[in-house]
């Protein structure tokens, strides 16, 4: 199984509006999650300019998939949709 890609927006507007709490999002990840999802913090994605920044902050999911207005408890319950389907 590949792993769950996620890659959160540390652009300014994006941290400012929540992204600051989803940086240590790997360790509120369950142990049987653990080495099945891959984060990493981004540059701005430039989606807070062309979807408005209402939606920050952003986090870019396997690639295609953005979560708008993501909190740590929308991505945890995102990722582990994406997991547990895949099993
Ligand atoms: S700061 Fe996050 S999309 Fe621009």
Known sequence: ????K???CCGTACYL???ANMMNIEEELPA???GKVE????TCLELCERENLGGAPYVR?????IMSQATPEKLLT???ELIEGAQ
């Not at 984060?39 to 981004?42: D, H, S």
């Not at 999911?61 to 998939?65: C, F, L, P, Y």
């Open 32 to 34: 049987e999650w653990r």
């Open 6 to 8: 996620v890659e959160i």
């Open 1 to 4: 199984m590949e792993k769950v």
């Open 78 to 80: 995102r990722i582990g």
């Open 17 to 19: 509006l929540g992204a």
């Open 39 to 42: 984060v990493a913090a981004k």
């Open 61 to 65: 999911i396997n690639d295609t998939e």
